[in-house]
């Protein structure tokens, strides 16, 4: 089976940098994602790495070690509308996502 | 592009009840997902299908629920009998079945309580 862990909540102030860790113990494993999901709404897609280093998408980055079986999301220059919830996500066979308990970022003006 | 479509957005029942929740996916994405979210359980995955056939249906609770797929362009997700912890928001997500990035596009799910 799969397991990740993730901390459940995350406060910081507007232009502040977030790091959300996620671990993970899984068979199988092709990866790992990164979903945001407002209140009220639908999961949305941020990153995937298949392998180890970082992936940069503009403000947001991702990080794999897969020897340590551990990522991280890092949220740069936050802003207001960065209060969501974050979700790290273990691939594995078929398109398969299994999804942690989700991250709560509040940001502060 | 209408992304993934869900329907209806919120279903307020009566426990006992039938409960048919529906999807459309995004066209051309062969692989299809239903996903229950709580804040209990968080976000589980119940059913899944590539090309129209069902997988893993190992995360379906018990025989009360049950998932069709009858063609590439529409799925349905059913509760019978329907039970008050069944309440969740129920999510349906698509992906081209050849994408290696696990970049689902999710529907809008569909509030449903069960009282």
């Known amino acids: 089976g799969q397991s990740l862990e993730q901390p459940s909540e995350v406060t910081a102030v507007e232009g502040a940098i977030v790091q959300i860790n996620c671990t993970y113990q899984?068979?199988?494993?092709?990866?790992l994602s990164w979903y945001q999901q407002h209140d009220g709404g639908a999961p949305t897609f941020l990153s995937y790495?298949?392998?180890?280093g970082l992936e940069e998408t503009g403000r947001f980055s991702s990080f794999l070690s897969r020897s340590d079986s551990y990522g991280y999301l890092l949220l740069q220059e936050l802003q207001m509308k960065d209060s969501a919830s974050y979700f790290c996500?273990?691939?594995?066979?078929?398109?398969?996502?299994?999804f942690g308990g989700g991250t709560r970022v509040l940001v502060k003006p | 592009d209408a992304g993934v479509i869900q329907s209806p957005r919120h279903e307020v029942t009566e426990m006992g009840q039938e409960v048919t929740l529906r999807c459309k996916p995004i066209?051309?994405?062969?692989?299809l997902f239903w996903y229950r979210q709580t804040m209990m359980r968080g976000l589980e995955l119940l059913i899944y299908?590539?090309?129209?056939?069902?997988?893993?249906d190992s995360g379906m609770p018990e025989d009360r629920f049950s998932a069709k797929m009858p063609n590439a362009s529409f799925s349905t997700l059913k509760i019978q009998p329907s039970e008050p912890r069944d309440s969740a928001v129920y999510f349906c997500?698509?992906?081209?079945?050849?994408?290696?990035?696990?970049?689902?596009?999710f529907g809008s799910g569909t509030r449903l309580t069960v009282v």
């Open positions: 899984t068979s199988g494993f092709y990866g």
């Open positions: 997500a698509s992906t081209p079945r050849t994408a290696n990035t696990y970049g689902y596009t």
């Open positions: 996500a273990v691939g594995a066979a078929g398109n398969k996502l299994t």
């Open positions: 299908f590539n090309n129209n056939v069902p997988i893993d």
């Open positions: 066209s051309g994405h062969n692989s």
């Open positions: 790495n298949a392998l180890d």
